[in-house]
Each structure stands twice: as C-alpha cells, then as structure tokens.
C-alpha cells in the first residue's frame, strides 16, 4: 500500500508491455516509465495464449481493453484542469455490434479467450504477437 499526496505526486496506470494482454514485472514497468514507486494492482491470466489480460475492466488512454467482470468494484484516475483524483465503484460493461439496418449482436467481451457462443472483439493494443511469438504489425 502506498500513501500519495495527489497534489505533490502523478500517478499512471500502466499494462505489462503496453498492451491489452503480455506479462511483465513491475519492477520493469517501473523502469520504462521512471517510476518512484509501483504497485501490481489488478488479476490478470497467468497461462494460455493471453497471459496478462486483465481480468476486470481496464480502460488506458482513453481506450477499453478489457470488459468489467460481473460488475466488480473498481479504481480509476481521472485528470481534470491539471489535477488527478481517484474514483471507484461499479462498473458494468454492454456493447453491441449492428450489421444493416436491424441485425444485432451483443458483444460478450474485449481481448480474451472466447467460450462457447460469445462474440468478443479484439482491439488494435491486443498484442503486437501473434500465439506463436512472432511480431503482428497493428495500426
């Protein structure tokens, strides 16, 4: 647990490899980023081919990587006119894809493995790998 003023110190939300799934220690994020302090803060897989999605909502920059699970609390950061502060609550995901005029699928997830009948969309941040390891362009 860390104690930070919010008008002495930024904070940032990061993802292991800054991507949606891939796995990194923290004292690595801390490195890349200049990092005083950093603390793992969420659950993520742990094997499989996507080891390190998030498994709750996880929203960077601005983009949803991963869908909220059954409407679990959560923690967000958000700037306004130069200042941070901390929200939390509950968060539930729904979406859904519409192709013409009266098609509709309701979308089951974001960047994870899918189980039987769910649609779930993959976004660009993903992962610049493919399963075997080799180097996907994205765009």
Known sequence: ????????ARLRMVHAMDEAVGLETVSSMAARYGALAAINSGYFRTTGTYRGDSVGVEVLDGKILSESNNGRAAVGLIEANGAQQMVFGHVVFTGELIAGATTKHPINGLNRPRADNELIVFTPRISSHNPDGSQRRLS
């Not at 647990?1 to 002495?8: E, F, N, P, Q, V």
Request: proline share 0%; no cysteine.
């Open 1 to 8: 647990m860390l104690r930070i003023d919010l008008t002495k």
